[in-house]
């Protein structure tokens, strides 16, 4: 059975650093395709970045330029990490791995920006 984990959210402050961690159990990261989606309070879900089982990596706008997905083989995660935070940050975050028509949700982590 697939599960996904995801850490490290938490208070941060604004221009702050933000690093996450989607932890993949039940398969090899090699075989899915992963995005880090984000729900802000009171908005929808919406997609943060892509990683593909092919190295592919896309971003959305709102992030281009500040976040980064990378995969971690020897630890079976997808890690993203963003700098020069805003408030509007503000979401739960969440992974989601994705292969032959299945979708895997992880349970969300809070991160919150604010000083």
């Known amino acids: 059975q697939v599960q996904l984990v995801e850490s490290g959210g938490g208070l941060l402050q604004p221009g702050g650093f933000l690093s996450l961690s989607c932890a993949v159990s039940g398969g090899s990261i090699n075989i899915f395709d992963i995005n880090w989606y984000r729900q802000p309070p009171g908005k929808q879900r919406e997609l943060v970045a892509t990683?593909?089982?092919?190295?592919?990596?896309t971003y959305a706008d709102s992030v281009k330029g500040r976040a980064t997905i990378f995969r971690d083989n020897g630890k079976n995660t997808v890690d993203l990490q963003m700098s020069s935070l805003k408030p509007e940050d503000t979401a739960v975050f969440y992974c989601?791995?994705?292969?032959?028509?299945?979708?895997?949700w992880g349970q969300g982590t809070q991160v919150t920006v604010s000083a």
């Open positions: 989601k791995a994705n292969r032959d028509g299945e979708s895997y």
């Open positions: 990683s593909n089982r092919f190295g592919y990596t």
